[in-house]
């Protein structure tokens, strides 16, 4: 049997399953896309209450080589989320994890045992981590908050998303009118900076007064000598 002819199977067998297990699995919406059985689509979402992606959900690629499972797929993100950058393919070296890699920056070290689904399990593991990574990119916890505030309508935005996931918006728990409203609400904009805390703002006033201080000086000095 041709490798194709494998790994073909071996996909359908795996989108079959997923299907099965829809309604039970609350981590991850995964499938391909209509013309390609080897260009899967996922949206990670339903985060923990205490995990800085909560209310996040991230639309990312999985391309699958055409020997799958011998050999690993890539992964990237679409979505902006504050852990790994759009557009790049990313490294998994799950060393510490689970001994394993699972994309294709270390194929000596991947499994044909890997799944998509295991996958994408070990990806929303990984998100939690601190490792330095391919692909990966430094944000604090306010940074990824505000990401995952605005993941939903920049998914919408993405005619692909769109049309890959619409007929799942309920379980995603996605309403794109109420969307719609939220994207024109000015408070709703991303600021990446930190909001200042009670000591900072204090701060802020007393440099600002003594600088007012300073002016009054030089204008009273002025006046004194009749610069």
């Known amino acids: 049997m041709a490798a194709n002819q494998i790994s073909v ?17 609350s981590t991850f919406i995964a499938l391909p896309t209509t013309n390609n059985i080897y260009e899967w689509h996922f949206v990670l979402y339903n985060f923990e209450n205490d995990s800085a992606f909560h209310g996040g959900q991230f639309h990312g690629i999985i391309n699958i080589p055409s020997d799958y499972p011998l050999k690993p797929p890539s992964l990237k993100f679409v979505t902006p989320n504050g852990r790994f950058n759009v557009g790049e393919k990313i490294c998994l070296q799950l060393l ?15 499994s044909s045992a890997w799944t998509i689904s295991s996958m994408l399990i070990g990806l929303v593991s990984f998100m939690h981590t601190n490792e330095r990574t391919v692909g990966g990119v ?3 916890d306010y940074q990824k908050k505000l990401y995952a505030q605005r993941s939903i309508q920049h998914n919408l935005k993405n005619p692909q998303f769109v049309e890959l996931f619409s007929k799942h ?26 909001p200042r805390t009670p000591q900072q703002n204090q701060r802020a006033k007393i440099i600002v007064a003594a ?17």
Do not use: C
């Open 211 to 227: 600088l007012l201080i300073f002016a009054l000086l030089l204008l009273l000095i002025q006046i004194f000598y009749g610069f």
């Open 9 to 25: 199977q071996r996909l359908m067998r795996e989108k079959q399953k997923m299907e099965q297990e829809l309604d039970k699995n």
């Open 96 to 110: 510490k994890l689970y001994n394993r890699s699972f994309t294709n920056y270390h194929p000596e070290t991947w």
């Open 169 to 194: 918006y309920q379980k995603l728990g996605i309403n794109p009118i109420n969307e719609d409203l939220e994207a024109q609400q000015p408070e709703n904009q991303v600021n990446l900076l930190p």
């Open 138 to 140: 430094d944000t604090n």
